[in-house]
T-cell receptor, first 111, second 114 residues
Framework: EDKVVQSPLSLVVHEGDTVTLNCSYE??????LLWYKQEKKAPTFLFML????IEKKSGRLSSILDKKELFSILNITATQTGDSAVYLC???????????FGQGTRLTINP | SAVISQKPSRDICQRGTSLTIQCQVD?????MFWYRQQPGQSLTLIAT?????????ESGFVIDKFPISRPNLTFSTLTVSNMSPEDSSIYLC???????????FGSGTRLTVV
């Protein structure tokens, strides 16, 4: 059964800090790993990773995938209070066309 | 990327009643997905809805409890039947986004059963 484990489950930092969120996975016939930000109800897409070692970057956020060790990290630099949210990691298997989500990391940025 | 309109945004329902959630997509899509997020938990797939065929349910979810309709390629409904407080959750629909952009989610329905 496909499985995704995120750590830490909760993180509280000060504005300006850099954070690293972790995601490890087990999936049959890996296709992609996705990161989402969830502030209220709807998750919003951040990154989709399919290849090892290639960093994806968007502003202060970046993510990388290690398919050998079966994990991914999401980095946020110079954090702002608007980064406070639950960050979700999900994996998709080939042919599955569905996402298996981790428990999420609740990130709180204090001013 | 597809845009999904989901309604209602929230509802408070009496136990034993049913609620139907609607999702309208601004483009034709083959598959639509319905997820549940219980309080403090992550998203769990309920079922996959294809137009013209019965929905495919994940383990632990049954058609009698969560009937799904998919009358055309832009619309789907999920009904939560005979509700109990344990059904209090956020319900989300989702479709595949543009290539390389994963999946897009509707705005979600926050259901509280009292």
């Amino acid at each position: 059964e496909d499985k995704v484990v995120q750590s830490p489950l909760s993180l509280v930092v000060h504005e300006g800090d850099t954070v690293t969120l972790n995601c490890s996975y087990e999936v049959t016939n890996f296709r992609s790993l996705l990161w989402y930000k969830q502030e209220k109800k709807a998750p919003t897409f951040l990154f989709m990773l399919t290849s090892s070692g290639i960093e994806k970057k968007s502003g202060r956020l970046s993510s990388i995938l290690d398919k050998k060790e079966l994990f991914s990290i999401l980095n946020i630099t110079a954090t702002q209070t608007g980064d406070s949210a639950v960050y979700l990691c999900a994996v998709e298997g080939v042919g599955a066309q569905k996402l298996v989500f981790g428990q999420g990391t609740r990130l709180t940025i204090n001013p | 990327s597809a845009v999904i309109s989901q309604k209602p945004s929230r509802d408070i329902c009496q136990r034993g009643t049913s609620l139907t959630i609607q999702c309208q997509v601004d483009s034709q899509v083959t598959m639509m997905f319905w997820y549940r997020q219980q309080p403090g938990q992550s998203l769990t797939l309920i079922a996959t809805a294809n137009q013209g065929s019965e929905a495919t349910y994940e383990s632990g979810f049954v058609i009698d409890k969560f009937p799904i309709s998919r009358p055309n390629l832009t619309f789907s409904t999920l009904t939560v039947s005979n509700m109990s407080p344990e059904d209090s959750s956020i319900y989300l629909c989702s479709v595949a986004a543009a290539k390389g952009s994963g999946y897009t989610f509707g705005s979600g329905t926050r259901l509280t059963v009292v």
